[in-house]
């Protein structure tokens, strides 16, 4: 069974970083893509960056370009959203989520779904202060 393990969350002030850390278990996922959401309270969930497990494609939403990466380590399982410069309106549980569906390029809205992946972790809370 897929599992979805996020970690890393805290209260930081606006301007510092975070690095977010989702572990995978339960198979391979080696044509897989992994992404990261996040969801503000009494907003919907929205996409903020996705991986492809084999290879480097990356997709972002405009909102964290430049400012936030995404990356995968194979040999420990993991996907990490690295995040930089963050703002307030960063703040929200942020969730990781995979999918086996393979529909083109990782930048294809798509991948920006939330319908597009069968799997999604519990959430860490990301708090930016003002």
């Known amino acids: 069974q897929v599992q979805l393990v996020e970690s890393g969350g805290g209260l930081v002030q606006a301007g510092g970083s975070l690095r977010l850390s989702c572990a995978a278990s339960g198979r391979t996922f080696t044509h897989y893509t992994m992404g990261w959401f996040r969801q503000a309270p009494g907003k919907e969930r929205e996409f903020v960056a996705a991986i492809r497990w084999s290879g480097s494609s990356t997709s972002y939403a405009d909102s964290v370009k430049g400012r936030f990466t995404i990356s995968r380590d194979h040999a420990q399982n993991t996907v990490y959203l690295q995040m930089n410069s963050l703002k307030p309106e960063d703040t929200a549980v942020y969730h990781c989520?995979?999918?086996?569906?393979?529909?083109?390029?990782?930048?294809?809205?798509?991948?920006?779904?939330?319908?597009?992946?069968?799997?999604w972790g519990q959430g860490t809370q990301v708090t930016v202060s003002s």
């Open positions: 989520a995979a999918t086996g569906s393979l529909q083109g390029s990782v930048g294809r809205s798509y991948y920006s779904q939330t319908g597009t992946y069968d799997y």
